[in-house]
């Protein structure tokens, strides 16, 4: 396809397909092969100005725009949610620039799944590409101000200062606080942030079927979790990860095996699953079988 | 005829005091002589005839000019000690050579029965046995038993060179360097280490003293080795010959 | 890393050499002790330290001792891998069968020698030391760096460390920015010797103590290296320090090295005129 034929294809919407001029594209994928190649290792890119905001999403974004073609069928949440403001409005970009590209709400049918801070529940397959949007890309921020310095220690391995913060968190308090963007290490060498997922997504990362694909646009970063790589939780081997726990199961489908997530009611709090889509579904079977 | 231990020909030391101008001072010329295993060799001469600094230089914490310092290990093979490098040097210090100096330069926090138990304790003595031998030295040596657990650096002269001689005895070294071991002590306590160095010398420890008192050094000595403003003035006849 | 048993020395440095500047043909004739400069007048180049060589037997504790400015300092951060030297070889008797020359391996290699086999005690405790985290945390850091991972085994390891060099086990879990200079310096030491390194290199580690705390802290360094058999490098301007911890000493002056030898024969018969003069001033 020559880029005649890209442009005649946006030319109803003034833009290229995909928002984003090819060669742009080309160097986020360009990016993203590198990423890809270097498991947990951020990579910069050139990162573009898009008609939102950045920190709202734009990484993610970028990488959706820069990977989606004909036949593609892109979905959108914002934690777990499908239809919130935000994931609204990217999809609507996408649906605007992108003409061709499939719509949806369904994990299952959709090729590419831009998230904000979860992974749904439905376990995704080979096929797929989780791509999040990122905040901070760095996960040594929290003990090093000095990029240069975290560059340094990203190199040298030298990630003995993100075990003392861990350590002193315990000692502290007793067990470790940190709860989203739990720090993980990829492939035995990189520490990487997983982005402020719950720590119940963060073993679903380690030795996934598909590929994870991170974009940071404020801090025009991107990395990527290719299939089948080791992702493991920083944790200490007396005091092993663990996972949030629910007393309840969602007061919405009764899902014992989902991560739910507390909404303030106009009365009382409920607390059900964080993904909706997840939820529906659940419910749906629930009411069929019965 | 006993084996040599220590062979000492033609040693020569000489200050450059590069501070006074470049001025060359003697410290002894020369010097030769021999000492047997288990022989107590005494040097004798007025003060400033060079008595001190042959001890040190034997030691080697001076180094010498010209001449050479032949010595005997336990293994039977020689080192010169004129030339021989650092390491060798610690090597002997460690296992053969001790050395009681006239002052004692302690450490300032360590207590007096580990100060002198260290040595034992780098050789390789169980702690708490080398704690015991220290204490059977310092109960000889009469050191009150109140000063074990004190500190050194608070000791008079006379309690430190005690502490001192039992640091270098109880490491049982083949030979002993004594420069003035008796000097801070009263008359009944230098009888008594000459008691000790006796003992020592009939267990086979060769010995090389400096004593300013020459009724005390003929008591122990087997020969004496006289020095006059560097030179050798006068040397036992040797007993002992190198083979 | 293949750990092999040390060798007849626990670290030999060949050659070390260290500038800033250009170089040029002139640089080290024009500086040394005989020039009594270390900047060389044609080019501008500051001559750290050049062609210095010596070894350092397992268990061993040699003295480096200069004015500053002599380089001693130099020769240690490269040794530790905070400069990177301009020529010469290092080789540790437990790194590669002391054949491998650590000047010359990847920074990731470095790293992983400075965790294993190496500890620093630097002049100053805010260096050597992240004084906002506890005195365990501290410790604790050089123990995950060489991957421990049991939070019990560190804390007791920690524990043990701080008690030897007589920090109260109420201290551990409290940042060092609260304690003494001596307190801080024995807090140091205790991170710098967690891993059992085969190496210390100690930096004027009490010049910024009071003489009284220096004493104590000098008696803990000679307890411990005793106790755990380390070789330790000693740079100090204080021929009391060397006096007191070091079997042999090297003098350097202007970079380059004057003297070497025993330390009781450094002190009783110093040979180089510098060595005199430095000598007869701490006697005076």
Redesign the interface.
Known sequence: MDLRTLASLGSGTGYNFGFLDELSKKAVRRALLKAIAIPGYQVPFGSRELPIARGWGTGGLQITLSLVGQGDVVKVIDQGADESVNAVNLRRLIERTSPGVGLTTFTREATIIQTRHRIPETPLQAHQILVFQVPLPEPLRVVEPREEETR?MH????Y??M??AL??D???HGRITRAAGYPVLVNGRHVMSPSPIPRWDVPRLHQAEFLSLFGAGREKRVYAVPPWTDVEPLA????PFTVERFDEPCARCGSRTSYLTVIPDERSTRVVCSDTEYCDEHLALQEASR | MTAVHLSVRDLTKRFHLHLLGGKTVVGFEGISFDVAEGEFVGLAGPSGSGKSSLLKAIYGSYLVQAGTLLYRCIDGSIVDLATADDETKLALRRREIAYVSQFLRPAPRVKAIDLAARPLIAQGVDEAEARERIATLFDRLRLPRDLWESYPVLFSGGEQQRVNLARAIASRPRLLLLDEPTSALDPSLQQTVVHLLAEERSRGVTMIGVMHDETLLSRLADEVVRLDRGRLAQAGVASAQWN | MNVAPAGPWALRVVGLGKWFGPGCDACLAETGPEAGRSTCPRCGTVVACAGVSFDLRPGGVLGIVGESGSGKTTVLRCLNGDLTPSEGIALLGSVGGGERDIFTVSSQERRQIRNFHLGMVYQSAREGLNLRISAGGNIAERLLAAEWREVAAIRRRALTLLERMEVPRSRMDQPPATFSGGMQQRVQIAKAIANGPSVVLLDEMTSGLDVSVQAGVLDLIQEIQRAERMAMLVVSHDLGVVRLLCERTIVMKNGRIVEAGLTDQILEDPQHPYTQLLVSSINA
């Not at chain 1, 190199?155 to 030298?158: G, Q, T, V």
């Open positions: 340094r190199a040298e391995a030298d003995s200062r075990w003392v350590y002193e315990l000692v502290r200490f081997t007396d005091h």
